[in-house]
Every structure is written in structure tokens, then in C-alpha cells.
């Protein structure tokens, strides 16, 4: 019974900058690994960061490199993914997922909880 909630999703212009957060609850008190995939119609879903349960961070897509960082608050049993400089081809449906455990971060079906997804719209 785990539930992942994300908010931070919205329209911003090219060069702009948005945060989105995601809550991790539930009765299990486990800690997860985490993952962030993006998903642009007609095209398909793909893992853009993900952070191990030791706090690793792996990047998987080579265009957000330097713009987006993720981090982990586990007090607040939330991860964050803060993008900056935003361009017109970052828009997106964007998912937060956990994992108990995975051998392919960049898998979705290593993760067995998924947010429900928050639209990211860049306009020129």
C-alpha cells in the first residue's frame, strides 16, 4: 500500500526553470529506489534519472545533462527533480516511479509504484 503523489507540473516558457516534487507514503517504511521518466506523445517512455537506495544518481538521457538534478529528502520521504533552462523539447508527461528493488534502473518494469504523472509544457 504505497502511493506516490508528484505536483510542480505546468507551462513555462523557454528558459525557465520548474520543480517537480514527489511524496512517497504508505504503511511500509521502507526505503525505495527512485526513478523519473518522461513520456511525449507518439513517442516512448523514458527514463531521464534515477537515484539508488544508497543515493547514487544515474542519468539516461544525454539532453538534460547539466539542466535537471534530483535529490532526495528522506525526512520528508520526497524526491525532487529541479529543471533548469527548459526548452520547448522537455515538454512532456513526466512520472515519478519506485522500486523495492531493481537490476535496470532504466526499466519501467523494474518499478512497481508510479505516480500519476504531471504534464510539463515548454513553449517558445
Known amino acids: 500500500q504505497v502511493q506516490l503523489v508528484e505536483s510542480g507540473g505546468g507551462l513555462v516558457q523557454a528558459g525557465g526553470s520548474l520543480r517537480l516534487s514527489c511524496v512517497v507514503s504508505g504503511r511500509t517504511s521502507s526505503n525505495y529506489a527512485m526513478g523519473w521518466f518522461r513520456q511525449a506523445p507518439g513517442k516512448e517512455r523514458e527514463c531521464v534519472v534515477a537515484i539508488s537506495r544508497g543515493g547514487g544518481i544515474t542519468s539516461y538521457t544525454d539532453s ?61
Open 64 to 124: 538534460v545533462k547539466g539542466r535537471f538534478i534530483t535529490s532526495r529528502d528522506s525526512a520528508k520521504n520526497t524526491v525532487y527533480l529541479r529543471m533548469n533552462n527548459l526548452k520547448p523539447e522537455d515538454t512532456a508527461v513526466y512520472y515519478c516511479a519506485a522500486a523495492d528493488t531493481y537490476y535496470s534502473a532504466s526499466n519501467p518494469d523494474e518499478y512497481s509504484y508510479w505516480g500519476q504523472g504531471t504534464q510539463v509544457t515548454v513553449s517558445s
